[in-house]
């Protein structure tokens, strides 16, 4: 006798019937459809768009970094020996660019402006363009080419003067389009280009002013970039030079494009994986609808591998569909967001497929339908023919080992292909497990609500006992229900704790602690001179002024920066040149935690007191030895004390402070914090530039106006990203409510045939869903508030300081949608004709 698991069709005939029991328009397979689409659609938008943007970088590589090869450093030019043998690899464009007040002829306004000195071989790469789309010709020596943004700030256009430091020039033609401008990386102002000579005119490459050099090189043939990197590093050691190349002409940039882009990709996964709760409630709904079709299959002698053929292509074909529009949708959409962010991205990059982040995408999209959509087939297969004509009242089955098998083994690749594809997988790792435990908790929770009700005092009121039975009864989608909204309440919750944070952290602590304006390039000489104009102009300002050098680590303990294949993470000040100091007392905003500061009048060794987080990631004690680079040459000190920083007071805090005995005779100048009300920041401004003209004056204001726009953008993307997940959490619960659908018509048609009215059975599953989403709101609350403390005070270190009537707005809304949903859902059973529910019983 044939087994009842054997195929009695072959795949010709499975597929024929498959084909003709789907219904043209998916019909009782939306759910799948809409699910996979959305988490498709999400995966493959954010992997295509950091793939066009990174790629975008990486390809125009040399037109980005100005050159094959880039050596910067800080405060001095390279001599001339170091000239000839850069000239001596290839053709050598040299830049330089400082800080400086743009002042207008009238001198009643002043902007901080980027001022940079190009020589006649700029650009190596690329075009510099003015208006009218023509390349722009090198300035003369009184003359400079401005940005749109610093012409329409003081009102200028061509031909009118401007003037920088102690030399006034004639506007030549406005800035169209700067080849090298990613490349230059984070400004605080408008660009304005003059030559080389026409910036020594304006005398504010003093010595100790902090101005960066740039030597940029186009290599001959097709040397190596790498090489020549090499070479010269092997060539000059210790003279604290930074390289780049034309591989990572940008590498700030393309490290936060993808550090971002892996962040919203593991939102959009774990949307996905929301939406596969969905897919398994769908695809159950649909195979209960097909009862009486696999019933009479197995009655007509098909096996349970036929029953599986079957509705597998039915599924698939549907998946399949789903998957190939999503990542449609996603190729496509790119070129849109493109657009519509216009200058907010470094680059814009133009439309390209791009296969690999595709390819991610839909095997992420086939792996969540086959684990998700096997238990429920599973089940539908493995019952006889009698159980599936009773399924009404029949306990469902649990699934076989094979099927426990197959999805589990589906799990594992999900969870190889994030991790193995992740630009961190050890941060990937941490997200999924995090993910994959608040599943776990809401399974537990929904599991939980199903016992205690089951167990709770039967009340008088008919109403209430009846939702309360409704929570716990067989076939009851309570566990599909929590999963689904926990998710989505709690990610509501996290959301709005996070930004109403964030805004409050710049809105009311950053103003209320930070000083109103920055001043740099103070000539150390002339201390005193620029403390008496500060006081004549606002006598009750509070001024603090501190020596400032730049430096670069280039040892640890023993270890030189060059040699490690990958910096430690965490380790962000031993990428290029940082700010350096020195100090006689423990400066404002720190406090000592390790080791002691040294006395006044110390004439030893060379010390250095060091960020304590700084200390924890190179894993440094008191007592070892740092190795800096200043003005090209090596110091090394030794580690007399570790500090906590307070980085929100936005003073001077230096990760590195040196006894003053070992940087004081440097050439150096002085930087400056003044404090001082709104009004008198003005006055202050122009009597320090008519005094001191080679100043720059960095107003706080702006800068926090600039850093709120970051903020406000990656909350924008992240909100965005997360909308996808409520928006499958809100599918998920269309899903479970769809699942039950035949339980709760044959509930309804009973209770009407004993008398119950359409209000009472409304208000009956009303009060059900407003039990649950009371309980999970709750729970919610407990969740995204314990994972927005966590973003706030662990990843962004600021103070938590939710807005609670946001955020307990936001918890309520998501509770009335919840329930609103669930009623809507409701509504279409009170018409459920009696005879029509009973045969389908």
């Not at 657009?339 to 690999?356: M, Q, S």
């Not at 005995?661 to 914090?673: C, D, E, G, R």
Request: hydrophobic share 50%.
């Amino acid at each position: 006798m044939r087994d009842a698991r054997d195929a009695a069709l072959g795949w010709t005939q499975s597929w024929r019937i498959a084909r003709r029991d789907l219904n043209a328009g998916f019909r009782g397979l939306r759910l799948l459809l809409i699910c996979l689409f959305l988490g498709t659609a999400t995966l493959a938008t954010i992997g295509s768009l950091t793939a066009a943007i990174t790629g975008e970088i990486s390809s125009r590589g040399r037109v980005i970094l100005g050159g094959d090869v880039e050596v910067a450093m800080s405060q001095r030019e390279v001599s001339a020996a170091e000239r000839r043998v850069l000239r001596g690899l290839g053709q050598l464009s040299e830049t330089i660019r400082t800080r400086a007040m743009a002042r207008s002829a009238r001198g009643d306004a002043a902007v901080l402006t980027e001022l940079k000195g190009v020589d006649g071989a700029y650009p190596l790469y690329g075009t510099l363009t003015v208006q009218g789309g023509r390349a722009a010709p090198l300035p003369r020596a009184d003359e400079v080419l401005i940005d749109r943004a610093l012409a329409d700030r003081l009102g200028v256009g061509v031909g009118d003067r401007l003037r920088w430091g102690e030399a006034d020039y004639r506007v030549r033609a406005i800035i169209a389009s700067e080849p090298d401008r990613v490349g230059e990386g984070f400004t605080l102002g408008p660009v304005a280009i003059v030559s080389l000579d026409g910036l020594r005119r304006a005398q504010l490459l003093l010595p100790g002013a902090l101005y960066e050099s740039k030597y940029r090189l186009r290599l001959p043939g097709t040397a190596s970039a790498t090489a020549v990197v090499d070479r010269l590093k092997a060539r000059f050691p210790e003279t604290g030079w930074e390289y780049k190349d034309r591989d990572r002409a940008a590498p700030g940039a393309s490290r936060f494009f993808e550090r971002l882009g892996q962040f919203l990709g593991l939102i959009g996964l774990a949307a996905l994986v929301i939406a596969g709760i969905g897919v398994s409630n769908g695809v159950g709904s649909y195979l209960a609808g097909k009862r009486a079709s696999i019933a009479t299959l197995k009655v007509l002698g098909a096996g349970s591998r036929d029953i599986a053929r079957i509705y597998l292509m039915q599924i698939g074909t549907v998946a399949a569909i789903a998957i190939v529009a999503g990542l449609a949708f996603g190729a496509v959409l790119p070129m849109l967001l493109v657009e519509l962010a216009g200058d907010l991205l470094p680059v814009r990059p133009g439309f390209t497929l791009h296969p690999l982040p595709l390819a991610t995408s839909a095997a992420f999209g086939i792996l969540v339908a086959w684990v998700f959509a096997l238990p429920p087939l599973a089940r539908a297969r493995l019952l006889p023919a009698a159980a599936l004509f009773r399924g009404g009242i029949s306990p469902s089955r649990r699934i076989d080992r094979r099927t426990v098998a197959l999805v589990a083994s589906g799990i594992a690749l999900i969870l190889a292909l994030a991790i193995g594809t992740a630009r961190d997988p050890v941060f990937a790792g941490v997200v999924l497990a995090a993910v994959a435990a608040v599943l776990a908790l809401l399974l537990g929770i929904g599991w939980g609500v199903r016992f205690v009700a089951a167990r709770l005092p039967r009340s008088k009121r008919p109403l209430i006992r009846l939702a309360v039975a409704n929570l716990h009864r067989p076939g009851a989608q309570t566990g599909a229900l929590v999963i689904a909204l926990g998710l989505a309440l709690t990610l509501f919750v996290t959301l709005a704790a996070i930004q109403t944070t964030l805004r409050a952290e710049i809105a009311n602590t950053v103003p209320a602690r930070a000083p109103s304006q920055f001043v740099l390039d103070i000539p150390s000489a002339r201390q005193l001179a620029f403390r008496e104009t500060v006081a004549r102009a606002a006598p009750d300002a509070t001024l603090n002024l501190v020596p400032a050098l730049r430096g670069t680590v280039t040892a640890y303990a023993g270890t030189r920066v060059a040699d490690l294949k990958e910096l430690p993470e965490g380790a962000w000040f031993l990428r290029g040149e940082r700010g350096v100091t020195y100090s006689s007392v423990l400066p404002e905003g720190s406090t000592l935690v390790a080791g002691k500061w040294w006395p006044p009048d110390y004439a030893g060794p060379p010390l250095v007191s060091i960020d304590a987080q700084a200390a924890r990631v190179l894993n440094l004690r008191v007592g070892d030895t740092l190795t800096v680079s200043v003005l090209g040459r090596e110091i090394e000190a030794q580690i007399a004390s570790l500090r906590e920083i307070r980085w929100d007071t936005m003073g001077f805090n230096y990760v590195l402070v040196f006894s003053p005995n070992t940087l004081a005779a440097a050439p150096h100048t002085l930087a400056a914090t003044i404090s001082t009300d709104k009004a008198r920041e003005s006055a202050i401004a122009r009597a320090v530039l008519s005094a001191f003209p080679s100043v720059s004056i960095i107003a706080v204001g702006d800068v926090i106006k600039q850093v709120s726009a970051i903020l406000e953008q990656m909350s924008a993307a992240i909100l965005l990203s997360a909308s996808v997940a409520i928006l499958a959490g809100i599918a998920v619960l269309v899903g479970a409510i769809a699942a039950s659908r035949q339980a709760r018509a044959y509930d309804s048609v009973i209770l009407k045939t004993l008398g119950a009215t359409r209000r009472q059975i409304l208000v009956a599953q009303a009060i059900e869903y407003a039990l649950l989403a009371g309980l999970l709101a709750a729970i919610a609350l407990a969740l995204g508030l314990a994972a927005a403390w966590y973003v706030v005070t662990q990843v962004f270190e600021f103070g938590w300081a939710p807005d609670w009537p946001v955020v307990l707005g936001t918890l309520a809304a998501g509770a009335i949608l919840t329930l609103g949903i669930g009623l809507a859902g409701s509504i279409p059973l009170l018409s459920v004709r009696p005879a029509a529910a009973l045969r389908r019983q």
